[in-house]
């Protein structure tokens, strides 16, 4: 009972100890960059990791093909499977911390010879016991509990680094559904360019049979009809190989009734704040998986400092044991035996120093890891806020060049119509229309990839609900 009481004093005395170095979390920048790029900070309402997919992505058909990306996506059942193996390691760790009891029976039957037998005479001899054995390391330097520490945070960063693939795989979805349609909206003007110029080569054609346009004209207008046709290939090649690209990311194919889209544009995406800086710490599921492995670093300096220090085991067993199957559990045939163990490392040749140097090193490059994802978030968000401040103005200077480049055709048209300029100019005007309304689009594409981008940046796309 004396031991007994010893036993359960010492390990709740000692229990708790741990050698692990105390965790200072590194430095993070607390304001994002001002300049002309960077229009003023937004303030108040949903920041980007509170606002669900369904309330930031406005179109149906990109909100379905995100489900099915999210049900079917070969990565993302990776990292979940991932994240159960590593909560599978820490169960298997953590058990370390509690006693091992096994319950045993066996029994032995065996003949020996006269000159081996205690009585001197041949004969044959049994035994039969059952048992109920404990094993316990008391953790006394902390060195388990580390370890179980070390198990725990690495879990918790494969649980963050889904969540980073959830994330990413819902922005790259947004990102490909848009090059899509974008490149279906730059077909679709390709077609209609392409008919318009084979319009104007018959046009001219019949003119240069009549003798009032020359061979210049004629060839100069066949020249736009073969470039159309060369951008018509090359849009349906991109259509095709969108098509491709999003099908590898939703695991699956297109479904064939998709809900009616508009024409790629900011409508298609709600607004939200940035945030300050230090949101990224709470928000960016990267910057928490690096954190959590920097912390099992520092326990594992713990496990590797505790590692120096006696190992203190305790294994028992108490049963019943007989030399007759029908005595075993009769009076008096209880045993029992306790064996204290304690393991001292007194050479080993450098190894316990060097797994403590290797500790402290990986805990460094850790470190070193954690504040690259830092930086690497905060540009990330810096990208995403200089375009948010400068594409808005970009995109209506575009759109105000397609319509002064629609008004120059117009009267280039009129005034050749009315004998006043040559062809050339028409199709001069046609060309530039054409050319501004292709960078239109493109410009749109790259602004919605942009604000994608931002949210994502800012940990939004983890939460359903809208």
Not at 318 to 327: E, F, H, I, K, R
Request: proline content about 4%; overall charge negative; hydrophobic content about 40%.
């Amino acid at each position: 009972m004396r031991l007994k009481t010893l036993t359960v004093a010492l390990a709740l005395t000692l229990g708790g100890c741990t050698l692990m170095p105390e965790y200072e979390r590194p430095s993070a920048p607390d304001d994002w960059p001002a300049g002309a790029a960077y229009e003023q900070a937004q303030s108040g309402g949903a920041s980007a990791a509170d606002l669900g997919r369904e309330s930031f992505f406005l179109d149906p058909a990109l909100r379905q093909l995100v489900d099915l990306a999210l049900d079917n996506n070969r990565d993302l059942r990776q990292a979940a499977l991932n994240v159960e193996a590593y909560r599978a390691l820490y169960r298997i760790q953590r058990s370390e911390l509690l006693p091992t009891l096994e319950a045993g029976g066996s029994g032995v039957r065996q003949r020996l010879p006269d000159d081996l037998s205690p009585t001197g005479e041949a004969g044959i001899q049994s035994q039969y016991d059952v048992s109920l054995g404990l094993s316990y390391e008391l953790d006394a330097f902390g060195r388990i509990r580390s370890l179980s520490r070390a198990a725990l945070e690495e879990y918790l960063a494969t649980a963050e680094a889904q969540r980073s693939v959830h994330i990413a795989l819902v922005g790259d979805v947004a990102i490909a559904y848009f090059t899509w349609r974008t490149d279906q909206a730059q077909l679709a003007l390709t077609e209609a360019t392409l008919e318009s110029y084979r319009h104007s080569l018959a046009l001219i054609s019949d003119r240069a049979d009549a003798g009032t346009a020359s061979e210049l004209d004629v060839r100069q207008a066949r020249t736009l009809v073969d470039q159309a046709r060369t951008q018509k290939a090359l849009y349906t090649r991109r259509v095709a190989e969108d098509a491709n690209a999003l099908r590898l990311l939703l695991g699956t194919g297109i479904p064939a009734a998709l809900p009616e889209s508009d024409q790629p544009g900011v409508e298609l995406l709600a607004e939200f704040p940035a945030g300050l800086p230090a949101d990224l710490l709470l928000r960016r599921p990267d910057i928490r998986a690096a954190e959590h492995r920097l912390l099992a670093a520092n326990a594992n300096i713990g496990a590797a400092r505790a590692a120096f220090f006696p190992r203190i085991g305790l294994t028992g067993a108490a049963g019943t044991a007989s030399s007759d199957l029908d005595g075993l559990f009769d009076g008096g045939s209880g045993t029992w035996s306790l064996v204290p163990q304690i393991n001292l490392p007194i050479f080993t040749a450098g190894r316990l120093k060097a797994n403590l140097d290797y500790a402290e090193l990986r805990k460094d490059i850790h470190v070193a890891a954690y504040e690259q994802s830092i930086q690497a978030a905060f540009r990330e968000v810096a990208d995403g806020l200089a375009a948010r401040g400068t594409y808005g103005e970009q995109v209506q200077a575009q759109s105000d060049l397609v319509d002064n480049n629609q008004a120059y055709y117009q009267l280039a048209r009129q005034r050749y119509d009315e004998g006043v300029d040559n062809y050339l100019t028409v199709l001069d005007a046609q060309r530039q229309l054409f050319a501004a309304r292709r960078q239109l689009l493109n410009d749109r594409l790259q602004q919605l990839s942009s604000e994608v981008g931002l949210y994502r940046a800012l940990g939004g796309g983890w939460d359903s609900a809208g």
